[in-house]
């Protein structure tokens, strides 16, 4: 692998779930499995020194209306970021999808 190929922007073909694994084409031809980088979730968990603390009451009446947000997972056709370890045959890493 050339240092150019350490970053490498790619089409999802399958998706595997439950080991946050994708298979990615790249120039025509498909990757191994590559791992998708797990992100915390958009929302901040319900804690709040300066309110008191992890106490739910603080949050009672705090809503912004937004959906609860969970980890990203790319599907089949995304555009997706791609970065490998830079030795032979080195694994390789989804960091995010492109639009």
């Known amino acids: 692998m050339d240092f150019v190929d350490v970053v490498r922007v790619g089409t999802v ?42 106490h739910e009451e603080a949050f009672a009446s705090h809503s912004h209306g937004l959906p609860s947000a969970g980890a990203w997972f790319p599907r089949v056709n995304d555009t997706v970021l791609c970065v490998f370890i830079p030795i032979p045959d080195g694994d390789g890493f989804v960091l995010g999808a492109i639009k």
Do not use: E
């Open 13 to 54: 073909s399958v998706t595997d779930a439950t080991k946050r694994c994708v298979r990615v084409i790249f120039d025509g031809m498909v990757s191994n499995w590559l791992f998708v980088v797990s992100a915390p979730s958009a929302m901040p968990p319900q804690t709040n020194p300066q309110a008191g603390g992890v």
